[in-house]
């Protein structure tokens, strides 16, 4: 079903909730995954998952149409995710370096990534970066997003995701070079 | 010289790594989404109070403020006027006991009866003590004036 027709089905209270089983069929992996690559951990990916459609029900009615549909989920899966690290830090007064440890041995211990060194290296790397320069690494390298694109997702311009995301990219080689074997 | 690591010549994947959600995650998912969704009662509600949502913040917090403060305004008002009644109710209850019944009362139940209770009474109705009390104006001025400061000051 196309986003236009999900969003003329949401109007009707007859078929709202079909049009929104239809919407999550759609999206969930997507959303899944975004959220997934920013928290790491499953349990904490689903609960997310949940919330932002959660709040995208409570204000799709609202929903201008000014942005494509996906990437308003994004926006608010974005900020579900940053809010969700910001307040775990606050939680367990964490410095940043700390959540980026804790990530990274979560990381270490999914059998996925057993014995691929520069694999985990990698992993390890990307997680010791802020939460948002990670999210724009994320958006560029992996779902290959155009900067047009993210700049709507994360509100901030496209010269300054172009920065952002080489000096990512700087940390990232050089952490895996600093830190792999001969 | 160790080599250095080029991320573009590293292959590039869809996505990190790691392990694969439950088989039937995505299965489930939509259910477990559509029952947490509000209730449609509740959406109603909220759709009654949604035009606030397209006033300005600022505009929002002078409205509940108006709204407090109104709250504060009617119930000063309201409570201003009653309370009057029930209590003319008891005088008049009151006033329809017979002086000597209760002066026998108070004389034989045992409650203490201060001179300065007799004083304030016999000051708001000097006939009431008669019957026991014969004494000149005068006199009972005296009376009051040897009593302590603390319980003059009933007068």
Redesign the interface.
């Known amino acids: 079903m196309e986003d236009h027709e999900i969003l003329t089905k949401f109007q009707d209270p007859a078929s709202r909730n079909l049009a929104f089983n239809q919407l999550v069929r759609k999206y969930q992996s997507k959303v899944y995954w975004h959220v997934r690559k920013m928290v790491v951990d499953h349990d904490d990916a689903d609960d997310l998952t949940q919330d932002v459609f959660i709040k995208v029900w409570k204000y799709l009615e609202n929903f201008r149409q000014d942005a494509a549909l996906f990437t308003w989920i994004y926006r608010i899966a974005t900020n579900e995710c940053l809010n969700f690290l910001s307040s775990k830090r606050r939680k367990f007064l964490l410095p940043l370096t700390d959540v980026g440890a804790e990530l990274a041995a979560k990381i270490e211990a999914d059998p996925a990534i057993a014995g691929d060194e520069i694999e985990l290296k990698l992993q390890q790397a990307i997680l010791r970066l802020p939460d948002k320069q990670r999210l724009v690494f994320n958006l560029r390298y992996y779902d290959e997003m155009p900067y047009e694109q993210m700049a709507e997702v994360t509100g901030t311009s496209v010269g300054a995701l172009k920065a952002s995301y080489h000096h990512a990219v700087k940390k990232v080689e050089d952490y895996v070079t600093r830190n792999t074997a001969d | 010289m160790?080599?250095?690591?080029?991320?573009d010549a590293?292959p590039?994947?869809?996505?990190?790594?790691?392990?694969?959600?439950p088989a039937d995650?995505?299965d489930k998912?939509?259910t477990?989404?559509?029952a947490?969704?509000?209730q449609?009662e509740a959406r109603e509600a909220a759709a009654a109070w949604g035009w606030l949502?397209f006033l300005s913040p600022a505009l929002r917090t002078g409205l509940a403020s108006v709204a407090v403060l109104g709250g504060f305004a009617a119930s000063f008002y309201m409570s201003g006027t009653a309370p009057l009644v029930p209590a003319t109710a008891a005088t008049a209850s009151l006033d329809a006991v017979p002086s000597t019944e209760l002066v026998g009362y108070l004389l034989t139940s045992g409650a203490r009866v201060e001179n300065s209770d007799l004083a304030v009474l016999t000051a708001a109705n000097p006939n009431i003590a008669k019957g026991f009390i014969h004494a000149s104006e005068a006199e009972l001025t005296d009376a009051l004036d040897a009593q302590p400061s603390d319980d003059s000051t009933y007068l």
């Open positions: 160790k080599p250095a690591f080029k991320l590293h590039r994947r869809p996505r990190p790594l790691l392990s694969e959600p995650y995505f998912l939509p477990r989404i559509m947490r969704l509000p449609a949502s």
